[in-house]
């Protein structure tokens, strides 16, 4: 039946993630580092508006576009948070998280042969959604000595005449890396220069840790290029309720709906509900796990310097990403021999493009004994390579 089978869509390898992951569906007693998910459940308030919706029968399709009040809701949002205005009637898409808004911003804009710039290490979807959109992904290497963050240096040195869109997700899933408002600026000038769009994915925005996230939208010249995307899954521990949403150019979005309404139609009303009281009344119960998160990142920021395996200091996110190339191992080995020696799961960089090869990706979306256990774990997981190493060499 293989004849069946697109070719594109053969040609593409699977989840470097979910491939790892097989190997631990067989183990037991493993603290898991590895899954890129809240450990906190949803709120109890944004279960109970939800749980009221479905005693009052509302269960039917909603717009194409989304739920009004929740694209009201993500408008006010936005103003209060960035200071940038869409207007829900056309400049708002409520989508079935951003993985799906990732995929309708490059099926709407991407022909064939256009270039889509992705710095890496990354999310694992972005070249695939690209490819699958018709476009040629170009890596744009990250260097963890400039801290894994986007410089215009790197940037030009990729960007060709058939470079049409520019990724970008700060802060960013695997490395923590955040990216200030002078340095968006100065790739923001380099995107109006090069006439680039840039698909912007803020999902991490509302957790970063030190200073106050930015985003490029709003940067000069900026908002009529950019699609921003976001939703309620990480930073308000609702990703199973599966809704994200993109703000951008009214053009770009009556593309992406078109799309969506072919497809998906529109995300489940219980979600899109569940969104609305998060939006509108969530932020404390968002700044507390936050607040969890950031004392767990500094105690995984001492334990892998204290181990002596060097670790940019992740700024966003819920992610930690040490280098392994110390201990003489290649992330995958290290990754493999961890988890079946010490129970500790862990994800190759190599996993999230050539540019993570070297390191691996720790998440700290795990309770702080966990987490302080994973660390003695890995003490003397690492520690046995460095006694072994010179016995191999003696021989």
């Known amino acids: 039946m293989r004849s069946f089978v697109n070719r594109q869509v053969a040609a593409l390898p699977p989840s470097g993630i979910r491939r790892f992951f097989d190997l ?3 183990s037991t007693d493993i603290i898991s580092l590895g899954v890129g998910e809240p450990d906190f459940s949803t709120p109890w308030h944004i279960r109970a508006a939800a749980i009221r919706s479905l005693e009052r029968g509302r269960t039917s399709y909603t717009s194409n576009w989304g739920l009004l009040e929740l694209r009201q809701a993500i408008r006010d949002h936005l103003e209060a948070w960035q200071g940038l205005t869409y207007d829900p009637e056309g400049e ?4 079935v998280g951003v993985a799906e808004a990732i995929d309708l911003a490059l099926r709407a804009v991407v022909e064939p042969g256009d270039e889509v710039l992705i710095p890496e290490p990354c999310f694992v979807s972005y070249a695939p959604c690209a490819v699958l959109a018709g476009g040629r992904p170009v890596a744009v290497p990250l260097r963890a000595a400039e801290g894994f963050k986007l ?4 940037l030009l040195e990729h960007i060709t005449s058939r470079s049409k869109v520019l990724m970008l997700a700060f802060p960013a899933n695997p490395t923590g890396a955040v990216m200030n408002a002078a340095e968006l600026a100065a790739v923001a000038r380099i995107a109006v220069e090069h ?7 803020e999902i991490y925005g509302e957790m970063t840790y030190e200073g106050e996230h930015r985003s490029i939208a709003a940067m000069p010249g900026m908002r009529e290029r950019t699609v921003l995307l976001n939703g309620v899954s990480k930073a308000y521990a609702m990703t199973g309720w599966r809704i994200g949403y993109a703000c951008g150019p009214r053009d770009v979005l009556a593309a992406m709906v078109k799309i969506h309404q072919y497809t998906i139609m529109c995300p489940p009303i219980t979600g899109q509900i569940a969104a609305i009281e998060a939006l ?4 404390a119960e968002r700044e507390r796990m936050v607040a969890e998160y950031d004392r767990r990142r500094r105690l995984m920021v001492d334990g892998f310097r204290r181990i002596g395996l060097p670790c940019v200091e992740p700024k966003g996110a819920f992610y930690i990403f040490p280098s392994v190339a110390e201990t003489g191992l290649d992330d995958t080995t290290f990754a493999v021999r961890l988890l079946e020696e010490e129970k500790v799961a862990v994800v ?7 540019a993570g090869a070297g390191h691996v990706r720790c998440t700290y979306a795990a309770p702080i004994e966990q987490l302080a256990e ?6 003397r997981f690492v520690a046995r390579l460095h006694e ?5 060499m003696a021989r």
Do not use: K, Q, W, Y
């Open 280 to 283: 509108r009344h969530g932020s």
């Open 348 to 354: 190759p960089g190599s996993a999230f493009g050539a």
């Open 374 to 379: 994973a660390l003695r774990r890995l003490d």
């Open 388 to 392: 072994s190493r010179p016995r191999a």
């Open 92 to 95: 708002i898409l409520v989508t």
């Open 24 to 26: 631990i569906a067989s």
């Open 151 to 154: 410089t215009p240096e790197r």
């Open 195 to 201: 006439d680039l769009l840039v698909i912007s994915d």
